[in-house]
C-alpha cells in the first residue's frame, strides 16, 4: 500500500475527549493528506501539507487541526471529539500537487 | 458540495459484460482521475486524463473525457468478478494544490 500506515486502525471514544490520528510515510512525498468517508457524501478532504509545517484546510475542516513537523508523519487531531465525526478517516500521499494519490488503508472512528 | 458525480449510484453485471460508469463534474479541471476502492480498504489509483486528452487506455480501462460536456467515463471491458469494487471519479478544480473533490461513486457488482 505505497508505503502508508495509518494508526490507530480502529478507535472508539467518548464525546469531548481529543484524538489524534497518524499517518505514516515511507516515500518521501511532498504531499500528504487527510479525508473523511461517510455514506452519502464520498470523500472530503479536511486538510492537507504541501510540506513540512506547511498546512491548509480542506472543504470540512471545522473541528479538526493537523500538524507536520517531518515529511514522513501527518497528525489529524480532533480537540474535542463529537458523534458528527464519526467516519473513516483516510491519509494520502502524493508527489505532486497534479498527480495520483496514494491511500493508506484508513482509521474507523467511532465517537459515542 | 461535490465537483463530481457518479451515474449510475449502483451496476450489477454478469462476468465478461463491460460496465460504463459515468462522471459529471462542475468546474473547470487540469486533470480528471479515476479510483477503484474495494470493501474496507483504502482507494486506488486507477487513471489519470488531463484536460487536453480525449481519451486514455489501461489495460481493460478505457476512460472518456468531454471537458465541453464536463463529463468523464470509465469503461471496463471484460469484468471480472475481481473488479466488484466503488468507482470514484476525482477532480483537481485547477487549484493547483493538489485538492481534489471526490464523486459519491458507483458501486460495481460483477457477478461469477
Known amino acids: 500500500d505505497a508505503g502508508i500506515t495509518q494508526s490507530p486502525r480502529h478507535k472508539v471514544t467518548e464525546t469531548g475527549t481529543p484524538v489524534t490520528l497518524r499517518c505514516h510515510q515511507t516515500?518521501?512525498?511532498?504531499?500528504m493528506y487527510w479525508y473523511r468517508q461517510d455514506p452519502g457524501h464520498g470523500l472530503r478532504l479536511i486538510h492537507y501539507?504541501?510540506?513540512?509545517?506547511?498546512?491548509d484546510k480542506g472543504e470540512v475542516s471545522d473541528g479538526y487541526s493537523v500538524s507536520r513537523s517531518k515529511t514522513e508523519d501527518f497528525l489529524l487531531t480532533l480537540e474535542s471529539a463529537t458523534s458528527s465525526q464519526t467516519s473513516v478517516y483516510f491519509c494520502?500521499?502524493?508527489?505532486?500537487?497534479?498527480?495520483?494519490?496514494?491511500f493508506g488503508p484508513g482509521t474507523r472512528l467511532t465517537v459515542t | 458540495s461535490q465537483q463530481g458525480e457518479e451515474d449510475p449510484q449502483a451496476l450489477s453485471i454478469q462476468e465478461g459484460e463491460n460496465a460504463t460508469m459515468n462522471c459529471s463534474y462542475k468546474?473547470?479541471?487540469?486533470?480528471l482521475q479515476w479510483y477503484r476502492q474495494n470493501s474496507g480498504r483504502g482507494l486506488v489509483h486507477l487513471i489519470l486524463i488531463r484536460s487536453n486528452e480525449r481519451e486514455k487506455h489501461s489495460g481493460r480501462l478505457r476512460v472518456t473525457l468531454d471537458t465541453s460536456k464536463k463529463s468523464s467515463s470509465l469503461l471496463i471491458t471484460a469484468s471480472r468478478a475481481a473488479d466488484t469494487a466503488s468507482y470514484f471519479c476525482a477532480t483537481d478544480g485547477i487549484s493547483n494544490t493538489g485538492k481534489l473533490i471526490f464523486g459519491q461513486g458507483t458501486t460495481l457488482q460483477v457477478k461469477p
Open positions: 494520502a500521499i502524493s508527489t505532486d500537487r497534479e498527480g495520483e494519490q496514494y
Open positions: 516515500e518521501n512525498h511532498r504531499y
Open positions: 501539507s504541501y510540506g513540512v509545517k506547511d498546512t
Open positions: 468546474t473547470s479541471i487540469n486533470n
